[in-house]
């Protein structure tokens, strides 16, 4: 695992400058840093989120290197029509930072109020496991999660490699995962798994050799507790002994693996732990290597 700076604001500028870029889930919170942060160094942003005037005012905050559009990422056909809008009328897009991210579970641990956290447990979508019936029948777990989670993930891989290819100097993806992508959260077991499968989906799409060979370099970002509209309520975000980021924290995060060297970038992944960002994939890529070696393979 090895600590690594965040770029000057000239190597940032040098490496982001009239690159255009998409930033999922930018209405607020990390992406809403992310949008800005990317802007101020000269990227061509387009924000991306559900909300319209959301977006409305995020952009007017962020200034004129920005610019929005709606989108379901969880619908494939949006998610076609977004690429296909920013490459007509912004330009060719050479960074996509994958954000967009929900969390219903964590509505649990945001309710103070003892009957309301009972009423809440009870129900299916915010705890999977909730023995919630309806006219005698056991009710399904929400994966709605899952669609935004991970579908979405899934789509914006394929769309940007299938756009960036085609171009000479490749680009970039940066997708935000989360601690829980690597350690096990059990009052969260669905976001968990969720982002445990974009680690997993991260990790194997970066060493394809399409990806490789057109020069799409791919990293992910795994924050631990950040102080955005999802956290709000926890216990944990005005403990002293906690350690927090800010979404701007985060928002350098991305930014240093967008402005890293290509090759050194892909297939890496960065935990975000205050101002600190380490790079935790070289350890955890020599044991893999070993395992898809093909005399390991089945």
Same mark, same amino acid.
């Given at each position: 695992?090895?600590?690594? @700076?965040?770029?000057?604001?000239?190597?940032?500028?040098?490496?982001?400058?009239?690159?255009? %870029?998409?930033?999922?889930?930018?209405?607020?919170?990390?992406?809403?840093?992310?949008?800005?942060?990317? %802007?101020?160094?000269?990227?061509? !942003?387009?924000?991306? *989120?559900?909300?319209?005037?959301?977006?409305?005012?995020?952009?007017? +905050?962020?200034?004129?290197?920005?610019?929005?559009?709606?989108? *379901?990422?969880?619908?494939?056909?949006?998610?076609?029509?977004?690429?296909?809008? !920013?490459?007509?009328?912004?330009?060719?897009?050479?960074?996509?930072?994958?954000?967009?991210?929900?969390? #219903?579970?964590?509505?649990?641990?945001? $309710?103070?109020?003892?009957?309301?956290?009972?009423?809440?447990? =009870?129900?299916?979508?915010?705890?999977?496991?909730?023995?919630?019936?309806?006219?005698?029948?056991?009710?399904? #777990?929400?994966?709605?999660?899952? *669609?935004?989670?991970?579908?979405?993930?899934?789509?914006?891989?394929?769309?940007?490699?299938?756009?960036?290819?085609? &171009?000479?100097?490749?680009?970039?993806?940066?997708?935000?995962?989360?601690?829980?992508?690597?350690?096990?959260?059990?009052?969260?077991?669905?976001?968990?798994?969720?982002?445990?499968?974009?680690?997993?989906?991260?990790?194997?799409? +970066?060493?394809?050799?399409?990806?490789? &060979?057109?020069?799409?370099?791919?990293?992910?970002?795994?924050?631990?507790?950040?102080?955005? =509209?999802?956290?709000?309520?926890?216990? %944990?975000?005005? =403990? +002293?002994?906690?350690?927090? @980021?800010?979404?701007?924290?985060?928002?350098?995060?991305?930014?240093?693996?967008?402005?890293?060297? $290509? =090759?050194?970038?892909?297939?890496?992944?960065?935990?975000?732990?205050?101002? $600190?960002?380490?790079?935790?994939?070289?350890?955890?890529?020599? !044991?893999?290597? &070993?395992?898809?070696? #093909?005399?390991?393979?089945?």
């Amino acid at each position: 695992m090895t600590t690594i @700076s965040r770029p000057t604001a000239d190597a940032l500028t040098e490496n982001v400058s009239n690159k255009v %870029a998409i930033v999922t889930g930018a209405a607020r919170g990390i992406g809403f840093a992310t949008a800005g942060l990317l %802007a101020r160094h000269g990227a061509r !942003v387009v924000l991306v *989120d559900l909300h319209e005037d959301a977006l409305k005012s995020a952009v007017e +905050a962020i200034g004129g290197q920005a610019t929005y559009k709606t989108c *379901d990422v969880s619908d494939w056909d949006q998610q076609i029509a977004l690429f296909q809008w !920013v490459i007509d009328t912004v330009g060719p897009i050479e960074l996509v930072v994958c954000n967009a991210a929900i969390n #219903p579970e964590i509505t649990l641990l945001q $309710t103070q109020d003892p009957e309301r956290h009972a009423q809440l447990n =009870s129900q299916a979508r915010y705890n999977y496991l909730a023995d919630e019936t309806k006219e005698g029948k056991l009710q399904r #777990p929400s994966t709605q999660l899952f *669609d935004v989670n991970v579908n979405s993930v899934v789509f914006g891989l394929k769309l940007a490699i299938h756009h960036m290819k085609q &171009r000479e100097a490749g680009g970039r993806i940066v997708v935000v995962g989360s601690a829980g992508s690597y350690v096990p959260v059990p009052s969260q077991p669905l976001y968990t798994a969720s982002k445990h499968a974009v680690l997993g989906l991260v990790r194997s799409t +970066a060493l394809i050799e399409e990806v490789t &060979r057109a020069n799409v370099a791919i990293s992910w970002i795994a924050p631990w507790l950040t102080l955005t =509209s999802m956290v709000e309520g926890l216990e %944990a975000t005005t =403990s +002293a002994n906690t350690l927090k @980021s800010s979404p701007e924290d985060v928002a350098w995060a991305i930014a240093a693996a967008a402005a890293s060297p $290509t =090759s050194w970038a892909n297939g890496k992944g960065f935990w975000v732990q205050g101002t $600190t960002i380490t790079e935790v994939e070289g350890t955890y890529g020599e !044991v893999g290597q &070993r395992l898809i070696s #093909p005399e390991n393979q089945f």
